[in-house]
Nanobody, 120 residues
Framework: QVQLVESGGGLVQAGGSLRLSCAAS????????VGWFRQAPGKQRELVAR???????DYADIVKGRFTISRDNAKNTVYLQMNSLKPEDTAVYYC??????????????WGQGTQVTVSS
């Protein structure tokens, strides 16, 4: 089984920074892509940032230039560095990984979510 565990959320003032971490554990054969999503109250979950196995990155327009996704393959960990935070960034942030536990299987896994609250 695969588990994704996020950490690093919290309360920060507008203009501040946070770094989220997502550590994967379990029987992982390979990782196709990793990403961060967020869901604010009353809104749909939305993609924030994504990185493929070839390190190609994609960001939501509203976070470009402020957020950076990165990964440490040796630690099976993906990070989201969030700078210049705004109150509208307040949401529960979820880590997602598209990975294989065997050469034939490809599945999507989610973390439990971590709350990010930005005060004005």
């Amino acid at each position: 089984q695969v588990q994704l565990v996020e950490s690093g959320g919290g309360l920060v003032q507008a203009g501040g920074s946070l770094r989220l971490s997502c550590a994967a554990s379990g029987s992982i054969f390979s990782v196709n892509a990793v990403g961060w999503f967020r869901q604010a109250p009353g809104k749909q979950r939305e993609l924030v940032a994504r990185m493929t196995s070839s390190s190609k990155t994609d960001y939501a327009d509203i976070v470009k230039g402020r957020f950076t996704i990165s990964r440490d393959n040796a630690k099976n960990t993906v990070y989201l560095q969030m700078n210049s935070l705004k109150p509208e960034d307040t949401a529960v942030y979820y880590c997602n990984a598209e990975l294989r536990t065997t050469a034939l299987t490809l599945s999507s896994y989610w973390g439990q979510g971590t709350q990010v609250t930005v005060s004005s």
